[in-house]
């Protein structure tokens, strides 16, 4: 079993930014391939990030890439996502997702583990 937990959400202007933090429990982090999903209200769980433990290994929505820099610490078990010049779609809840197996990484159906979300609010 892996236990995520999702932090560094907020409230933060059009232009601002805010770095997530997803802390694993387990022994394997490293092998796992970990994403960051965001659902807005009203609307399905869409893929933002996924980094790969094996290469090629980070994978953007288009309307995130640029932005959005997913990252990973494996001596602490935690993914990260920094996010840059937030516009007031960014808006969601953002979930931190592990899985060992898979082919697509924008896939969420293919995530074995989820975290609990951490809400962003981007006011313009």
């Known amino acids: 079993q892996v236990q995520l937990v999702e932090s560094g959400g907020g409230l933060v202007q059009a232009g601002g930014s805010l770095r997530l933090s997803c802390a694993a429990s387990g022994r394997t982090f490293s092998r796992y391939t970990m994403g960051w999903f965001r659902q807005a209200p009203g609307k399905e769980r869409e893929f933002v990030a996924g980094n790969r433990w094996i290469g090629p290994s980070t994978y953007y929505a288009d309307s995130v890439k640029g932005r959005f820099t997913i990252s990973r610490d494996n001596a602490k078990n935690t993914v990260y996502l920094q996010m840059v010049s937030l516009k007031p779609e960014d808006t969601a809840v953002y979930y931190c997702?592990?899985?060992?197996?898979?082919?697509?990484?924008?896939?969420?159906?293919?995530?074995?583990?989820w975290g609990q979300g951490t809400q962003v609010t981007v006011s313009s």
């Open positions: 997702a592990a899985r060992t197996l898979g082919a697509d990484v924008t896939n969420a159906q293919e995530y074995d583990y």
